[in-house]
């Protein structure tokens, strides 16, 4: 399902650093401003993950008995 573009409030410095970002690339904001998202994406999920990996070890015992 395709969903409507996301509109994102920036303040007059974060544009401005995109913009000048985006000038310095070569590159249009948008684009620049998609990377940024799509990175922070990837490090949280990589967190979470890390996260879940952790408590799944410490209480591997716990979960075990509760798959019986």
Known sequence: MHRPELTL???PAT?????DLADAQGRTPEDV???AVRR????EEN???????RL?????ELLRRLGE
């Open 40 to 43: 922070h994406l990837h490090d």
């Open 47 to 53: 967190a979470v993950r890390a996260v879940a990996e």
């Open 56 to 60: 799944a070890g410490a209480h591997a």
């Open 15 to 19: 544009r401005q650093a995109i913009d």
């Open 9 to 11: 409030p920036l303040g």
């Open 33 to 35: 401003a998609l990377d």
